[in-house]
């Protein structure tokens, strides 16, 4: 499978690798008093914090699984270090997880899934593949291309946001569609910075300090929808 179809699998929320479990920050900012009309604020805020950073990590993720030997360690070090909270880093782990059920599903013996056991962190605490580079790996298998790696990472976490938000501030349903739409030039500069990033100690570190506190104060609620 290879091309335009690849691509759009990679963005179909459908996609079962547990994606449904995440708001993209969404449930933790509502929490912290963030309202509807808010949303498109907090979807730019991503593009140029979060989003670009993950884009930037699954595509030279998908670089990496071109070359012999694969190795996704100095990737997975440097998206662990720009992802400092505990929570976020766990949810990326559980993420992953399913993304690599099913890209062991499609071709075990690809190089790029093998390689996957060295994004295994030992050290300091034992990190699983974050899902940057597990979804970097599946584009490699699938035959996607960086620009629509990309795209897909960043269009992911606009949308995951966008339905999460018809369960936790429903309203109009066409008003996801419309933020997603009026995102489109963050998300496109976003793709841009991501394929501008020649390795992975020019990785973005856009910092989204309550974004990350956010996710803090959510692991101690008792009563979550999502993981983060």
């Known amino acids: ?78 998206l662990a270090a720009r992802t400092p909270t505990a929570p976020l880093r766990e949810a990326s782990v559980s993420l992953g997880r399913g993304v690599h059920r099913l890209v062991r599903r499609l071709a075990p013996d690809h190089p790029a899934v093998a390689g996957l056991a060295t994004a295994a962190l030992p050290e300091p605490r034992p990190l699983r593949p974050l899902r940057p580079v597990v979804v970097g790996a599946l584009a490699a298998v699938l035959g996607v291309g960086e620009a629509d790696l990309a795209r897909a990472v960043v269009y992911d976490d606009l949308q995951a946001v966008a339905s999460a938000a018809l369960k936790l501030l429903p309203g109009d349903p066409f008003d996801s569609v419309a933020w997603v739409l009026d995102a489109q030039p963050d998300a496109e500069a976003a793709v841009a910075a991501a394929l501008a990033v020649t390795g992975p100690a020019d990785l973005p570190a856009r910092a989204a300090p309550l974004t990350e506190q956010w996710a803090l104060d959510h692991r101690r609620h008792e009563w979550r929808l999502f993981l983060a």
């Open 1 to 78: 499978m290879a091309g335009t179809l690849a691509a759009l699998l990679l963005a179909d929320g459908r996609l079962p690798v547990g994606a449904h479990t995440f708001s993209a920050g969404l449930e933790p900012a509502v929490a912290a008093g963030l309202t509807r009309d808010r949303i498109p604020a907090l979807l730019r805020a991503r593009t140029r914090t979060v989003a670009v950073t993950e884009a930037a990590a699954a595509v030279l993720a998908l670089r990496a699984a071109g070359r012999h030997p694969v190795d996704y360690a100095p990737v997975q070090r440097a």
